[in-house]
């Protein structure tokens, strides 16, 4: 499956390190969400965007920043991280209609990007 | 907040037996949804259910939507080993806000 791509696979940075995890989606989609999906815990979500537009910010440290530059791309930029941030981050997109949120539409997922924080 | 609940967290099957795993809801549900993770893979959407008492047949799997739409199940007849992975819920509030994911259940087949 190829409609939603992430760019790395995978990630180990230090503490002070900033780098930044990418996302594209190919199937024309409007919404775009970042997910944290942790060992033994349910996923998180972390950041919404509608149309471009940041919908939903799930109470997200601010070593956490989304980008959204058009409907097709996302990002999240990293820095000084904690180790308990190590997690693996999955991208998602669906087509929401009339401009609504995250719920009752199909998600799809990228691969996600495994991040080891050291 | 609103709680997605699955149970069991775990579960180990021979092949050719049944497998169910429920998920419960502190909250009324518009919709639910089911995704199926393979081990190192990501999920992978199954199935939505929106109507009370609902249920969709996929072949050997079968997805039922409560009454009181506060629950849901996903039952595989006569499992296979393609069948493992991580089987999430994840349910929608009537409010039609976020979409909120279970724990998952870990299913093991044993050929």
């Known amino acids: 499956e190829t409609g939603v791509t992430q760019t790395p696979r995978h990630l180990v940075m230090g503490m002070t390190n900033k780098k930044s995890l990418k996302c594209e989606q190919h199937l024309g989609h409007n919404a775009m969400y970042w997910y944290k999906q942790s060992a033994k815990k349910p996923l998180e979500l972390m950041f919404v965007?509608?149309?471009?537009?940041?919908?939903e910010n799930n109470s997200v440290p601010s070593r956490f920043s989304p980008e959204c530059p058009n409907s097709s791309h996302l990002f999240l930029h990293l820095h000084t991280l904690q180790p308990e941030d190590s997690a693996l981050y999955l991208c998602?997109?669906?087509?929401?209609?009339?401009?609504?949120?995250?719920?009752?539409?199909?998600?799809?997922f990228g691969p996600g990007t495994r991040l080891t924080v050291t | 907040g609103q709680q997605v609940m699955q149970i069991p967290q775990y579960q180990h099957v021979q092949e050719g037996e049944d497998f169910t795993t429920y998920c419960n809801s502190s909250t009324t549900l518009s919709n639910i949804q089911w995704y199926k993770q393979r081990p190192g893979g990501h999920p992978v959407f199954l199935i939505q259910?929106?109507?009370?008492?609902e249920v969709k047949k996929q072949k050997r799997l079968t997805f039922q939507f409560g009454e009181a739409k506060k629950n849901s199940s996903l039952h595989i007849t006569a499992t296979q080993t393609t069948d493992v992975g991580t089987y999430f819920c994840a349910g929608t509030t009537v409010s039609g806000s976020r979409l909120t994911f279970g724990e998952g259940t870990q299913l093991t087949v044993n050929p």
């Open positions: 998602a997109s669906s087509q929401v209609q009339g401009g609504g949120t995250s719920g009752g539409y199909e998600q799809y």
């Open positions: 965007y509608n149309f471009k537009e940041q919908t």
């Open positions: 259910l929106v109507k009370s008492g």
